[in-house]
């Protein structure tokens, strides 16, 4: 995004010292105040479980646009249904789900789903990026060279 001159506020619980360019580390407090989108890179732990909640989207004052790539449960879905509803948030881009398993929804899933695939304001697409075909040409390769090594 440093071709936008856009800069980029980060988190991270964990580590500090990481900023280069334009990314700036902040607390969760000033991403929440300052943020036009927020984007969740999280692994899934009991720590990390519904994350984005709704405390989390009550907190946000910019309502920015919302983005989880990393694992469906770093998000309570009805929360962000709730959010999304009350304009606390413009839209959502979702390539994970709370529950993956389509075939295994319950009732209650599967109409969180069935409400955020009719909101204009929500893209929802499927967790492949590991299956482009770069990525699988690489993780060949990756492997090929680990045998042989």
Avoid at 38 to 48: F, G, I, N, Q, R
Avoid at 66 to 72: A, E, K, L, P, W
Avoid at 128 to 138: F, P, Q, V
């Amino acid at each position: 995004l440093s071709s936008f001159d856009v800069v980029v506020l980060a988190y991270d619980k964990y580590k500090t010292g990481f900023t280069s360019g334009n990314i700036r580390e902040a607390s969760l407090e000033q991403i929440a105040q300052s943020a036009n989108v927020v984007s969740l890179h999280l692994p899934l732990t009991e720590e990390t479980y519904h994350f984005a909640n709704a405390d989390f989207f009550n907190q946000l004052t910019q309502k920015p646009y919302f983005i989880n790539t990393s694992r469906g449960k770093t998000m309570d879905s009805q929360a962000l249904i709730t959010a999304l509803e009350n304009h606390q948030i413009r839209g959502a881009g979702l390539d994970v789900l709370e529950n993956e398993k389509i075939k295994d929804l319950s009732s209650e899933e599967n109409n969180q789903l069935q409400t955020l695939f009719n909101m204009p304001q929500v893209i929802i697409t499927p967790h492949i990026a590991g299956y482009s075909e770069e990525a699988l040409e690489r993780m060949a390769t990756v492997l090929l060279k680990k045998l042989f090594i």
